[in-house]
């Protein structure tokens, strides 16, 4: 962290030194005196952010006696855990996917409502709570709710469907996405109402003035502008289903998941001289992530392209 | 005239809405059938889970939830890490922001896309890599995970201060206040702090819900809070259980239904902002862009 406010320094030196004025020397420590109001937020961030990180990183390669090894490394990109890393990464794009488009849909709605009226108040403070439940509280949801035999389940079966007999299980990987998108969809609702809210009215006058009709609104004005937002937050939809332990833990499905696998080496459940392949996952989770951020800048660069 | 241009240019959809008319006046799609159509599957989908739990808890586990052994214990341990965590994220989170809003403005894009680390991160990685780094003398305390839960209450925090800040002039306010005599500290008490009352209590908000839910870092950690008590108590009473977890869930709501109204109140007495959760958006002040 630190570096990367060192690396910012420059640039703003050249901006904010007066050609001609004081001499380099001055200019440089007078923009170091500036940075000093963020040095703890930096440090903090080092310390409680970076550390853990390169801690996890370095681990990665040592062997449980410290000597450097790649054992770690192999043993995390085969078997059961290259097959965790393809299921977790295929549950969060789906689980990132599904629920920005039907949480773009509903934060729209809200939007739409007046501003302070009981239905916007209420939808965006219960999107708040929804956005950080998880664990066994929404497991129990779903099991009572959607299990062999839950209660929508047994509406269902009145109705003449049941969802077992035609490959539903709340176990499955199906099944779970129906349960993150309890958490995802608020998620999605809170991050992109801010987006929404700078949609001017105008924009969407000045296009009806031009004889432009809803869905030319959508595909030449409102989308593009939107673009960029939607995919950040997106990204950040697939970052959280990514890291979402408790509730993949606690729905206990049988499914292979990277983080319950770490969570699993954290426990101390390990084959003696493995301590450190559970260090070689974590690394392998933030390059995905790191991966899907590179991803997401890519495409945003290409839409602010296209924005001009 | 630049400024003005970086803004529409730059950050077109993630600054809040400037000059939105009232509703009505130029808005011409009213409140469509297919919109009541996705709200009300969007109520299915969410109520039905919750009548589903409480039809399993029952209405008797409710009156029993407190008087469970290691409730307290669970409930205070909980509360005494989200005091600490909001008084250090707070304490951190505000002076950085202020200062970078009026100092260092080009160095808002960098924590902006710092803050959005501890939300990707996962933070079975993070406690993985804490527990090997974090010195003796707070390994064995609750307050490493206090410390942790800072960096995961930044990006919130932030993001509720920093669209405050963005939501009045501040450096007119500032530079108001500095010449007619008043010092930094005056200045941040009399000036600064009013105009964020909505946006300080919405990171109170949401760095408590954060640490009041987080089962992750304190599990693996080894600590009992609450979301942990909750999951071992399961296997003694699995109703007991789901009434603890459907409580803290409408404990919660109401608490941030709360602030939501009153922070709505005070921005229409003060003209400031409206508490979005994550952002406090401009109210329609007749200023155009």
Known sequence: MDELVAAEAPEFLSDSGAPGGPGAAVAAARGLRRMAGVVPFGVYMALGLGAPLVAVAIGAFQSPNGGFTLSNVRIATHGEYLHGFAQSIE?????????GILGLLIAYSIWTARRGSILRQVAVTASGVFANFGGVPLAFLFIATLGSSGLATRWLTDLGFN???????????????????????????????????????????????????????????????????????VLLLFGSSL?????????????????????????GNVVAGQQNVGKALGLGMVIIIAIAMGIYVVLQRRSARWLQ | MAAVDTIAAGEPAAGPAQGRPRRGAGRRDGFTPWRWLILVLAGVYFLIPL?????????????????????????????????????????????TAVYVHLR???????????????????????????????????????????????????????????AGLRSF???????????????????????????L????????????????????????????????????????????????????????????LAITMLGGRQARRTGGGEVALFSVARRDTGRTS
């Not at chain 1, 890291?243 to 426990?267: C, E, H, K, R, V």
């Not at chain 2, 089962?215 to 003694?236: C, E, G, H, N």
Request: glycine fraction near 8%; charged fraction near 10%; charge should be neutral.
């Open chain 1, 91 to 99: 549950l969060s794009v789906v689980a990132a996917v599904l629920p």
């Open chain 1, 163 to 233: 969802p077992y007999q035609h490959g539903f299980s709340l176990y499955s990987l199906s099944g779970v996405i129906v349960v993150y998108m309890y958490f995802q969809i608020p998620l999605m609702v809170l991050v992109i109402l801010p987006a929404l809210e700078g949609l001017r009215p105008a924009w969407r006058e000045a296009a009806a003035n031009m004889g432009a009709r809803t869905w030319q609104y959508w595909r030449y004005v409102g989308g593009p502008v939107l673009m960029p937002s939607f995919l950040g937050c």
């Open chain 1, 243 to 267: 890291s979402a332990y408790a509730t993949a833990q606690a729905m206990d499905s049988g499914i292979a998941l990277t983080p319950i696998q770490i969570g699993t080496f954290l426990n």
């Open chain 2, 51 to 95: 009548y589903a739990a409480l039809r399993f808890a029952g209405w008797g586990s409710f009156g029993s939830v407190i008087h469970q052994s290691g409730f307290t214990d669970a409930l205070g341990l909980s509360v005494r890490l989200a005091v600490i965590t909001t008084v250090i994220t707070l304490a951190l989170m505000l002076p």
């Open chain 2, 104 to 162: 260092l403005p080009r160095l808002r894009r960098l924590l902006e896309g710092i803050t959005i680390l501890p939300i990707v991160i996962p933070p079975v990685v993070l406690i993985v890599g804490l527990l090997q780094v974090a010195p003796g003398f707070l390994k064995g305390t609750s307050y490493l995970l206090a410390l942790e839960y800072v960096v995961l209450a930044m990006p919130f925090a932030y993001r509720s201060i920093d």
């Open chain 2, 169 to 195: 002039d501040l450096k007119t306010l500032v530079e108001a206040s500095n010449s007619l005599g008043a010092g930094w500290s005056s200045t941040l008490r009399r000036v600064v702090l009013p105009n």
């Open chain 2, 197 to 256: 009352t909505t946006a300080l209590l919405s990171a109170t908000v949401l760095t408590v819900a954060l640490v009041l839910g987080e089962y992750t870092m304190a599990s693996l950690d080894l600590y009992q809070t609450f979301p942990v008590w909750i999951v071992v108590f399961d296997q003694t009473s699995g109703p007991i259980s789901v009434a603890a977890s459907l409580l803290a869930l409408f404990v919660t709501w109401l608490f941030l």
